[in-house]
């Protein structure tokens, strides 16, 4: 998913926010129109999905690290991996995922 850049919802603090999966760039674990739930104050770890900053555009990925450092992985092996410097790019953690109308096909990730 990504998208122009705008300004992240004025929630306060912690407040979770959902966004709708836009492109193929997750699948086959998240596929176009389903909606992911954000935490800005999820923790960051090597494996979770992430919403980043890379290259002034919003991006959700997969956080992985490696013996080079972070890196932002796509699911679908048609994307390139993006290398992470730190993780003052990351905006927030997917902590669940929705299919509108399908109430049986969330799942979480915490």
Not at 26 to 35: D, L, R, S
Not at 39 to 68: C, K, N, S
Request: hydrophobic share 45%; with cysteine.
């Amino acid at each position: 998913m990504s998208a122009a850049i705008e300004p992240l919802p004025d929630c306060s603090g912690g407040e979770s926010f959902a966004l709708r999966v836009l492109g193929h760039s997750m699948a086959p674990e998240f596929n176009e129109g389903e909606i992911i739930l954000i935490e800005p104050d999820g923790l960051a770890r090597d494996g979770a999905y992430v919403l980043a900053m890379h290259r002034d555009e919003w991006i959700f990925r997969q956080l992985l690290r490696d013996a080079t450092g972070w890196r932002l992985h796509a699911l679908n092996p048609a994307f390139p991996d993006l290398p992470l410097p730190d993780l003052a790019a990351v905006r927030g953690v997917i902590i669940q995922k929705a299919l509108p109308g399908r109430r049986r096909a969330s799942k979480r990730y915490i």
